[in-house]
């Protein structure tokens, strides 16, 4: 929590949350005592109308997730979209978000990334979208719960490949929170083998398709093994790049597969 976010929460008129049980323990530790009041994916119609009439008769609303910033596959879009066609003013404040805290110690390549929400629950329409993203060059990043992690490592292994970079955060700045990297199959073989590793808030960042455009040539993966020998994978890739013409990025990629082979 930012010292920002707590002024807001403590001089708005009232706070919508997504869940307002689990909002009092956040507020209680800020001594925070502004009115809440629920606004999660099931709000009908009228609770939406409600909070548009507290703005326009001049108030201010808070609008909080159970984890995270709003909206980043939370509930909270449409009151945003009224408010917004509305002439009703929204600010951000800007807070901590899952997706770019495990990008950003993920590893594998930030500059393009695609954040895809939480994937299909059921595995056959998993499959079917992780197929129309399996040439994707960009790094990718989902949201996954926990009951389902090992049935969508186990999509992604057979979509994408078993030896597709990839990297999962777990807790996140929580007590338990862990970090694991490797291949997709690695990474299912390690969560499998632990239990507590199937629990709590999951983010699995997987890297693009190296190979998708064809940019890499099989001269450039030869150079890149026989550089990775006996220089650190950045270096190998980065001279790799300059006398094949190869991406670099993508070089590094295909490093960090070839890596653990």
């Known amino acids: 929590m930012v010292p920002r976010a707590v002024s807001t929460l403590q001089s708005v008129s009232v706070i919508a949350c997504e869940d307002t049980r689990h909002s009092k323990k956040l507020l209680e530790h800020f001594n925070i005592d502004t009115p809440c009041i629920a606004y999660h994916d099931h709000t009908d119609q009228k609770s939406t109308e409600k909070i548009l009439n507290r703005l326009?008769?001049?108030?201010?609303?808070?609008?909080?997730?159970?984890?995270?910033?709003?909206?980043?596959?939370?509930?909270g879009?449409?009151?945003?979209?009224?408010?917004?066609?509305?002439?009703?003013?929204?600010?951000?404040?800007?807070?901590?978000?899952?997706?770019?805290?495990?990008?950003?110690?993920?590893?594998?390549?930030?500059?393009?990334?695609?954040?895809?929400?939480f994937l299909p629950a059921k595995s056959t329409q998993r499959q079917k979208m992780l197929e129309t993203l399996k040439l994707v060059t960009d790094t990718l990043v989902c949201y996954e719960a926990p009951h389902r992690i090992l049935a969508t490592l186990q999509d992604l292994s057979d979509v994408f490949g078993s030896d597709r970079a990839a990297f999962v955060a777990r807790e996140i700045s929580k007590t338990f929170e862990t970090y694991l990297h490797g291949t997709l199959d690695e990474l299912l073989e390690q969560i499998k083998a632990?239990?507590?590793?199937?629990?709590?808030?999951?983010?699995?960042?997987?890297?693009?398709?190296?190979?998708?455009?064809?940019?890499?040539?099989?001269?450039?993966?030869?150079?890149?093994?026989?550089?990775?020998?006996d220089l650190p994978i950045t270096k190998a890739a980065s001279l790799t790049a300059k006398i094949t013409g190869g991406d670099k990025k993508q070089l590094y990629q295909l490093a960090l597969i070839l890596q653990k082979k």
């Open 77 to 117: 879009y449409r009151l945003v979209a009224r408010a917004r066609n509305e002439g009703i003013e929204v600010i951000p404040i800007p807070g901590a978000c899952a997706a770019i805290s495990a990008l950003s110690v993920s590893g594998l390549p930030t500059d393009k990334f695609r954040f895809i929400g």
């Open 194 to 229: 632990n239990s507590n590793q199937q629990r709590g808030e999951i983010v699995v960042v997987i890297g693009g398709n190296v190979t998708a455009d064809g940019s890499l040539s099989n001269d450039a993966e030869k150079t890149l093994k026989i550089l990775m020998k």
């Open 56 to 75: 326009g008769a001049g108030k201010n609303v808070a609008l909080i997730s159970d984890a995270g910033t709003p909206l980043i596959s939370d509930p």
